[in-house]
T-cell receptor, first 115, second 112 residues
Framework: DTGVSQNPRHKITKRGQNVTFRCDPISEHNRLYWYRQTLGQGPEFLTYFQNEAQLEKSRLLSDRFSAERPKGSFSTLEIQRTEQGDSAMYLC?????????????FGSGTQLSVL | ELKVEQNPLFLSMQEGKNYTIYCNYSTTSDRLYWYRQDPGKSLESLFVLLSNGAVKQEGRLMASLDTKARLSTLHITAAVHDLSATYFCAVDYKGGADGLTFGKGTHLIIQP
């Protein structure tokens, strides 16, 4: 499978717990993005990496959120002390920086439910 | 504040009809993308439009970009049920930095 892979597909947690999601991008892609999508809305940008460097973070990304991309390969998104408002679909996307525009390839997402 | 507005947000149409979805954006950009999302699924890239006047077609879908008007359209010709989905436009303002800014999506239902 050469697509973007995300794990887990679903996560149910209690408020206050920490959760971590993983994203494996398409292997030759150097850019990796995290988005959040709630029901009836378009995806909202959270952060992105170029190789291992985290280059941009949205103001949506509070201090409880942290993302890493060690060695420029897979990435993890951790949410500490989850709140009910964190319930959403978390989407990962990857792309290859080039001249032909930035076509993002999205994973299937991790659906987070905070009880 | 950067804004990407789509209309309509909901559209129910019959098979065989033609219709157009509009995407307006608030800040200069010459990179616009259209995505399709089926219920419970992720986003699938449809079109990448990179310059003023760009037009791309795939099957019954055709997308165009007018950067001067800050407007993109997605035209559906002779709609079929399989095209039922939510369609998003997204704008790239910074060459990838800050990612893409998405519209709220157009939920399209095509009835037999």
């Amino acid at each position: 499978d050469t697509g973007v892979s995300q794990n887990p597909r679903h996560k149910i947690t209690k408020r206050g717990q920490n959760v971590t999601f993983r994203c494996d991008p398409i292997s030759e892609h150097n850019r990796l993005y995290w988005y959040r999508q709630t029901l009836g809305q378009g995806p909202e940008f959270l952060t992105y990496f170029q190789n291992e460097a985290q280059l941009e973070k949205s103001r949506l990304l509070s201090d409880r959120f942290s993302a890493e991309r060690p060695k420029g390969s897979f990435s993890t998104l951790e949410i500490q002390r989850t709140e009910q408002g964190d319930s959403a679909m978390y989407l990962c996307a990857s792309s290859l920086l080039g001249d032909g525009g930035e076509k993002l390839f999205f994973g299937s997402g991790t659906q987070l439910s905070v009880l | 504040e950067l804004k990407v507005e789509q209309n309509p947000l909901f559209l129910s149409m019959q098979e065989g009809k033609n219709y157009t979805i509009y995407c307006n954006y608030s800040t200069t950009s010459d990179r616009l993308y259209w995505y399709r999302q089926d219920p419970g699924k992720s986003l699938e890239s449809l079109f990448v439009l990179l310059s003023n006047g760009a037009v791309k077609q795939e099957g019954r879908l055709m997308a165009s970009l007018d950067t001067k008007a800050r407007l993109s359209t997605l035209h559906i010709t002779a709609a079929v049920h399989d095209l039922s989905a939510t369609y998003f436009c997204a704008v790239d303002y910074k060459g990838g930095a800050d990612g893409l800014t998405f519209g709220k999506g157009t939920h399209l239902i095509i009835q037999p």
